[in-house]
């Protein structure tokens, strides 16, 4: 987060806030990201992750093409998509903004965000929301960023993985809750997170499950769950074919049986 935090600072000395607030003026509506996980239907709404390595996983998909992709994504049925723009993921801000012009898709800031600037930025750049990490952020400090986001027309997705950390999120206003199953201080990853703690979620919050969904045994899982949306990123990274996958992991499609086009 500091490191974060760091980068976010040199960039600032660069490009000041005024700045990125005109960029803001200027641009194109943006798609409203909690509606799209929000929609009425039989699927679980998918958050299609951009993501070209990790510090735990290694090089994932390096060079990924993030037009080629996104436009993957929406051929599968994403109903938005994640971009990491941090450093140590192989991302960046300018793969926000590629990501903007390529699809219509709603488009989640994935970063560790602890200041308006990094909002201000994700606005500038294209994205209609923004994730904030509750373990990693005070109560004072993540209501004010909601509440920051919200004022500039974009949705926080705050992000939980223990019960202390959800009531802080629901507590600061938080609208989209997203249950990571990956515990950040040892990476383990375990789909009973998103079971023990939805269930303290209450109606009208939009519900993500997010890490450690590779198959649609797992997709079935949170669901039963009530998750209302999931966030898969490594597994379409690693997919030949990430729409095919994408649509074997909702059930649009079976195993084996979905269209055989290219990628990327």
């Not at 960029?23 to 799209?36: D, G, H, L, N, V």
């Not at 049925?77 to 960046?92: I, K, P, Q």
């Not at 949705?155 to 997203?178: M, N, Y």
């Not at 992991?249 to 990327?264: F, H, I, K, P």
């Amino acid at each position: 987060m500091k490191r974060a935090a760091d980068s976010a600072a040199a960039r600032m000395a660069e490009v000041s806030a005024r700045a990125l607030e005109r960029r803001i003026e200027r641009a194109p509506e943006r798609a409203c990201f909690k509606s799209a996980l929000a929609s009425a239907g039989p699927q679980v709404r998918v958050i299609a992750e951009v993501k070209r390595r990790s510090p735990s996983a290694g090089e994932i998909r390096p060079g990924a093409s993030v037009t080629g992709l996104v436009r993957q994504y929406k051929s599968g049925g994403a109903a938005a998509v994640s971009v990491l723009t941090n450093a140590d993921f192989g991302g960046s801000l300018d793969d926000l903004a590629e990501a903007s012009t390529a699809t219509g898709l709603p488009l989640l800031r994935k970063d560790f965000v602890s200041c308006e600037y990094q909002v201000l930025e994700a606005a500038a750049f294209g994205a209609s929301a923004v994730l904030l990490i509750s373990d990693a952020l005070e109560g004072k400090r993540l209501e004010s960023l909601i509440g920051f986001a919200v004022g500039l027309g974009v949705d926080a997705l705050v992000e939980a993985h223990q019960r202390e950390s959800l009531e802080r999120a629901l507590a600061a206003g938080a609208a989209i809750v997203g249950i990571n199953n990956r515990d950040l201080r040892t990476l383990d990853v375990d789909l009973a997170a998103t079971e023990s703690l939805l269930r303290f979620v209450p109606p009208g919050v939009v519900t993500v499950s997010e890490s450690g969904i590779r198959t649609r045994g797992d997709v079935l899982r949170v669901q039963r769950s009530g998750a209302d949306a999931i966030l898969v990123g490594e597994e379409l990274m690693r997919a030949e074919k990430p729409a095919e996958r994408l649509r074997e992991l909702t059930g649009a499609v079976e195993v084996g049986s979905a269209d055989t086009r290219g990628c990327l």
